[in-house]
């Protein structure tokens, strides 16, 4: 059977929710969002999971999800940690805030050998997705810079309790991606979006928008791009106490110097997620209808 993994990042936890309370029970026996895209994964083929952590969730973390979870399926933790730089670079002072997303998929650059998935781990993706994604790293060749992306429509992607932040998706008519823009404090209103990203202004977006949600196809050969990319936001940016080498800009970079081609794998479930303590009912009640329709057992494992 060919190695698929999927890479849960699971480093920022509670950074906007307070405290680690996405770890709290959402299903109707008692699951987590995560152990919803880990089934999903598992039946879709998948067949090894990361988990990026911090050190300091790893027994909160292992109690809750990873012990029970490595009883189904190979599991191996990366820890993302603030001080881990390449060589001759160090923490500015004052600086609190992780490195971002890109870092945190660099951290398994030394056990990741095989095609790999990425995802958020307080997001509900849907089954499609990640059949989408998972058959098209198995067809690929795994020294190809050809990736993929589960492209959500922006609409179903929007929380009725604040703000969110999307990579809203440019692609071109082959269904590749061509640019993806950061797009910040967006949220529905009336028959569009709009984001308040700049101050005193508001720009619309159409609902019907791809939006990337941080779901990702790579092949190993990523991972030294990724590092090679590190190194220059570290030299330009590091100073800095609050920016991030977030993965989908350095994807985006990667398109633009021709050494990466992104698919947009569309796909039409509806996404939920914790990011707003107010979410936590309105993802039990979703949780509850999608096992009425027998989407999902009642006990998942």
Known sequence: MEKTTLVIMAAGLGSRYGGIK???PVGVSGEIIMDYSIYDAIKAGFNKIIFI??????KDFKEVIGDRISRIIEVEYAFQEMTDLPEGFTVPEGRTKPW???QAVLCCKNIIKEPFAVINADDYYGSEAFVKVHDYLTKADEKSTDYCMAGFVLGNTLSENGTVTRGVCQVDQEGYLVDIKETKSIQKKGESAVS???EGEETLIDL???VSMNMWGFMPGLLPKLETGF?????TEGKELKTEYLLPEEVGRLIKKGEASVKVLSTNDKWFGVTYKEDK???MDS???LVKKGIYPEKLF
Not at 231 to 235: E, I, Y
């Open 22 to 24: 996405q770890l709290e």
């Open 208 to 210: 019907s928008s791809p």
């Open 100 to 102: 971002g997303t890109g």
């Open 231 to 235: 190194v220059s936001f570290l030299k």
């Open 287 to 289: 949780i509850r209808e």
């Open 53 to 58: 952590i911090r050190k300091d969730l790893e």
């Open 281 to 283: 009912p309105v993802v």
């Open 196 to 198: 308040g990203e700049k």
